[in-house]
């Protein structure tokens, strides 16, 4: 036996991801590898996106390859980083599997989710507090975070006894400034208008 083999490997999380800067997709990987420092592990991250590919709101277009899986001790998938059957097969081979910001529909594993109910209904409760009783709602659909938030501001709407009116909903394609841009174009031509929005995303927002 050598030296070499009687030094015990430190435990190692691979953490899949689209983007490692940023406030968000920064924020998560930097807590991810402070809490795994603080248990004496590492951290081996892979950006799974084309950098050529601007789009954030879909799947890489190629299938992601088990990249390092002999030497992981477990996965974090931080939302649409990687296919679903990436994830099938990475657990059909025993690895373990945590989900950040995201959950797939038949895949048994822990997920680490925002509280998106919390957030849309404190959105709400400080428009109505500044006295608005017609506050639209625009975001896509296609994801379950996004429906998540929907289905909240329809709640919070109902909280504070105002009736949610579909005139006020925009469903727009993705999260990007584009499609908050046609959807307050939408908004405006509408004979009904909101005095106020709530949006699903920032960059909806932003547009």
């Known amino acids: 036996m050598t030296g070499r083999d009687t030094v015990a490997r430190r435990p190692t999380v691979l953490a899949l991801t689209r983007n490692t800067g940023g406030f968000y997709h920064g924020a998560l ?7 795994v420092s603080r248990a004496g592990g590492r951290v081996v991250v892979a950006k799974t996106r084309d950098p050529s590919d601007s789009r ?6 190629q299938p992601f390859f088990p990249v390092a899986w002999d030497q992981v001790d477990g996965i974090v998938v931080e ?8 994830l099938e097969r990475a657990k059909a081979e025993g690895k373990h599997l945590v989900l950040a910001s995201h959950h797939v ?10 509280d998106n109910g919390g957030g849309i209904r404190a959105a709400v409760a400080h428009l109505v507090a500044h006295g ?11 994801q379950q975070d996004f429906r998540e938030r929907h289905e909240a501001y329809r709640a919070a709407l109902a909280e504070h006894g105002l009736a949610a009116d579909d005139a006020l909903y925009v469903t727009v394609p993705n999260y990007s400034r ?4 046609h959807a307050a ?6 004979a009904t208008r909101p005095t106020a929005v709530v949006t699903a995303t920032d960059n909806n927002a932003m547009g």
């Open 29 to 35: 990987l930097l807590g991810l590898i402070r809490e």
């Open 56 to 61: 954030f709101d879909r799947l890489p277009a």
């Open 79 to 86: 939302s649409l980083s990687v296919e679903s059957a990436y």
């Open 105 to 114: 529909e038949g895949l048994d594993v822990p997920c680490a989710l925002p």
């Open 132 to 142: 608005h009783t017609r506050i639209g709602f625009v975001g896509p659909a296609d």
């Open 178 to 181: 584009a499609s908050g841009t």
């Open 185 to 190: 174009g939408e908004l405006l031509a509408r």
